[in-house]
């Protein structure tokens, strides 16, 4: 396969949840992530059996690794009927690549989870569980997160709290990608054709009935973090442009509020000048132009950002490009062991 595009139609048919679970598939991004990649297939390998799903898939997405990633899930997929390898044509992000995933999948429910098990597996049973009682989602939220830095914690509770209050959607606090969701769900989520993707704000959106699950977030089994802060921040704007407008709001009413100003400093330099007194307050006339320019540098930068999201939107350009997709016979990799 060359090329994978998203559905552009907006035509389907929403069927009711399956309350039974036939076919799982579990979709993982995967970038660098040869130190412990070999451990996560293992343990969601057994969650899959352990959770008593008759057929099921682990779909692993090479996010344009630079290590041994696309090796080991080769070498997987030939030890195991169950592996499918994703492979893209070069690194997209984290948020491209887990999209990528859920074009492949062949399940009724998704388990969409990372390859660094700082998110267990296991969990799978219990999510199941609530999933057969009528959830179209469950996503983990978490209690703990181990392993972390002290302004990791801090900088990510901010950040959710934050967007709770700028997005116009409800969008559970302390969640990650980590999740169980229903057919109905990742078709809704294929057909979106935004180039921004924030992928937990998007199964939000979707709504339906979504269920928490309260977890400890482990430390990561091996190997770094793949979102320094400058992948954070970026994931963060995308989360707040592509999901309010308030920003552009908050412009504006900073630009009515300076104009105020500035029609009051109007009337203060006519009064000077009337009163002969032009040439003092040189010091206060300096700091009101920068600080009147620190705030158009601002608004245009927020005005600047939604232009720049609609102008990458307008190319039209795939998501995503897939350039190796490997899988086993469909008899063996959708049977049970």
């Known amino acids: 396969m060359n090329s994978q595009l998203l559905p552009s139609t907006t035509n389907f048919t ?19 992530e040869e130190e412990g990649l070999g451990e996560a297939i293992k343990r969601v390998d057994a969650a899959c059996v ?30 195991n ?19 990528a995933g859920l074009t492949v999948v062949s399940g009724d429910r998704i388990f969409v989870l990372d390859a660094d098990l700082q998110d267990p597996p296991e969990l799978l ?37 934050f967007l709770a209050k700028l997005t116009d959607i409800e969008i559970p606090v302390d969640t ?3 999740r169980l969701m229903s057919r109905r769900v990742v078709e809704l989520l294929n057909s979106m054709p935004e180039t921004n993707r924030f992928i937990r704000g998007m199964v939000s959106w979707v709504g339906f009935k979504q269920v928490g699950l309260p977890y400890r977030r482990r430390e990561r089994f091996a190997g770094t973090t793949k979102y320094p802060f400058r992948k954070m921040m970026r994931l963060a704007v995308d989360a707040i442009t592509g999901f309010s407008i308030k920003p552009l709001r908050v412009a504006s009413y900073c630009g009515a509020a300076f ?11 006519a009064l000077s000048w009337y009163d002969n007194q032009t040439i003092r ?57």
Request: glycine share 10%.
């Open 81 to 99: 009927p169950h592996i499918v390898g994703v492979r893209l044509a070069r690194n997209f992000g984290h948020q491209l690549a887990l999209s």
């Open 259 to 269: 104009g105020m100003v500035g029609f009051i400093l109007m009337i203060y330099v």
């Open 281 to 337: 307050g040189w010091t206060s006339l300096i700091s009101i132009v920068l600080l009147l320019g620190s705030a158009q540098l601002i608004v245009l930068g927020v005005i600047g950002e939604y232009i720049g999201r609609l102008f990458i939107q307008g190319k039209g350009r795939p998501n995503f490009i897939i350039s190796d997709l490997t899988r086993g016979s469909e008899e063996a990799r959708l049977s049970s062991r």
């Open 176 to 178: 990650g990608d980590f």
């Open 125 to 161: 049973t219990d999510m199941m569980r609530l999933m057969d009682e009528g959830a179209d989602v469950v996503y983990g939220q978490r209690l703990q997160r181990e392993g972390e830095t002290a302004t990791k914690k801090l900088t990510a509770k901010l950040f959710y709290r």
């Open 50 to 79: 352990a959770a008593a799903v008759p057929a099921y898939e682990i779909i692993l997405i090479d996010d344009g690794s630079r290590d041994r990633t696309w090796v080991i899930i080769e070498e997987a997929r030939q030890a």
């Open 14 to 32: 929403l069927f009711p949840p399956s309350r039974h679970c036939e076919r799982l598939s579990v979709v993982i991004p995967c970038y660098n």
